[in-house]
């Protein structure tokens, strides 16, 4: 390998993706041999053309790791090295802001199209890996729910894993979502963000920040992020961001997570919110019930028929909207209906809360608020409206924001735990001999029946993949606190009842 021609490549793709000018070739080129520990540079007279990055970065990375320039040779140090390298490609933080307002002039949709090619271009957001990800639908009574494996997030080797224990603690930046994360170097126990260029909002006279997720588990997955370091919560002023960032990009949708453990997400100590240009399953969801709310009969309200409950509020009129929201969020918090196993608090502890998702149809706002509550039972350590210990082969995290919607997001292990249980469902052995397959025996029993005894290999792969489906709309219908029965709908609309009272 030369690595003078894998330079000459990375600075023709910086160029072709428009990362950097003619102008800037030697300047990049010279921060790149710096990274490398170089002292010159031959520019080799091959001309290249439309340079694909991943294999172009594992040329520099092996470069890198046979010249011991890595302190270790894993996905960790990798990712941490190839970030430095990118990083001599990526235009400064002031310039892509300026590109990215000039650009929202003619268009919101342009501005946050081009943001999210750059974010992949850069390698911030890594498109090959994500790739690799196993997506489907999944028919269900509810409507084709969303399934993915992600795959895209790297697992730490062990070597990593004991190299963070031995770390200083430090609280720089405080969390992953902090501004000061925009071109820190990183570390072995907090990620690379040399490459991550925030663009600058105003929500209702609050400052955000606006970066899309390296994950990307949907289209132009965004997150909207406050430049305080504060912790989350759902209240007006949370509400009325929701709705400024959709007045600001129409063509997205902007939800929160709840704002408690549990219910909640995984960063609860940073304001922030999670959008996208994604229509999700649950914006499709068909109409259980109809109701008027007490001086806002101008507002179209409705219970979802959706595996959580779901009130959604429809108008024209987002101030009209936000009040509503408002009025029925503090009813709820407060709310307990025995009948179903709901309590507001115990012994002091709040449980109530919602999960809030705001887009737009046409001229008209919609938000939809899917009622949550937290409370733990003896059965249910976990919590109540938490996936049931049936279900955790499948899924035992938290139902966040993302799910609520109906888009699954389940851990990587399972692509080759779905392998192995296909070979062995292949050859009629049972599953609960395997160590990696144990844990799914009897979730096989529960379905296996409903299938012939003999398959070839798509069709038990077709079998998984709609089980795995229907395990997730079961661990949606835990987090639902009223269920989709007449005992469920009365539940709502008592709820509604003492909304107008």
């Known amino acids: 390998m030369n690595i003078n021609e894998s330079i000459k490549k990375l600075a023709t793709y910086a160029l072709e993706k428009k990362l950097i000018t003619e102008e800037e070739v030697c300047y990049s080129i010279n921060l790149l041999l710096d990274v490398l520990n170089l002292d010159e540079y031959v520019e080799p007279e091959e001309t290249f053309h439309d340079v694909e990055l991943e294999p172009t970065l594992k040329e520099i990375l092996d470069y890198a790791a046979e010249n011991h320039l890595l302190e270790n040779d894993s996905v960790v140090y990798r990712d941490l090295f190839d970030t430095k390298v990118m990083n001599c490609f990526t235009p400064r933080p002031q310039s892509v802001i300026d590109h990215f307002y000039s650009l929202a002039k003619e268009s919101p949709e342009k501005a946050t199209a081009w943001y999210y090619e750059f974010s992949k271009d850069t390698d911030y957001v890594r498109a090959y890996r ?98 305080d370091h504060i912790p989350m919560v759902i209240n007006e002023a949370a509400i009325r961001h929701l709705f400024a960032f959709v007045s600001l990009f129409p063509h997205y949708m902007l939800g929160s997570n709840a704002d408690l453990p549990i219910v909640g997400g995984s960063i609860l100590t940073h304001d922030h919110y999670q959008g996208g240009h994604y229509t999700f399953p649950m914006f499709l969801a068909k109409t259980v019930q109809e109701f008027a709310f007490k001086g806002y009969e101008d507002v179209k309200a409705s219970h979802l028929y959706w595996p959580l409950s779901v009130i959604r509020l429809v108008s024209p009129d987002k101030e009209r909207l936000i009040e509503l929201s408002c009025k029925i969020i503090d009813r709820w918090r407060k709310y307990t209906d025995e009948k179903c196993t709901i309590f507001a608090e115990t012994e002091n502890t709040p449980h109530n809360t919602v999960t809030p998702i705001v887009h737009k149809e046409g001229e008209s706002f919609v938000i939809d608020l899917a009622l949550r509550n937290n409370i733990t039972t003896k059965e249910h350590p ?110 709502i609309r008592r709820f509604v009842a003492s909304v107008n009272e």
């Open 130 to 227: 994500i790739k690799k990800d196993l997506r489907w639908k999944s028919e269900t009574p509810y409507g084709e729910l969303d399934i993915t494996i992600n795959l895209s997030k790297p697992e730490k080797d062990p070597k990593a894993i004991a190299a963070a224990k031995l770390l200083k603690q430090s609280s720089y930046p405080k969390c992953m979502l902090c501004r000061e994360n925009e071109g820190y170097r990183g570390r072995v126990n907090h990620p690379a963000r040399e490459t991550i260029r925030i663009i600058p909002l105003e929500l209702c006279g609050d400052h955000f920040y606006l970066q899309y997720s390296p994950y990307s588990y949907y289209n132009e997955h965004c997150i909207v992020f406050n430049r």
């Open 382 to 491: 976990l919590g109540l409206y938490h996936p049931h210990e049936e279900y955790w082969n499948i899924k035992k995290e938290n139902i966040g924001l993302i799910e609520v919607m109906g888009l699954a997001v389940l851990p990587s292990r399972l692509k080759a735990e779905m392998g192995r249980m296909e070979e062995h469902i292949l050859k009629g052995e049972e599953l609960g001999d395997d160590e990696m397959t144990s844990k799914h025996q009897q979730w096989y029993e529960s379905f296996r029946h409903n299938y012939p005894e003999k398959m070839d290999s798509a069709a038990v792969q077709r079998m998984l993949e709609k089980e795995i489906g229907h395990t997730f709309m079961k661990v949606l219908e835990c987090a639902g606190v009223y269920k989709q029965d007449e005992e469920g709908r009365e539940g």
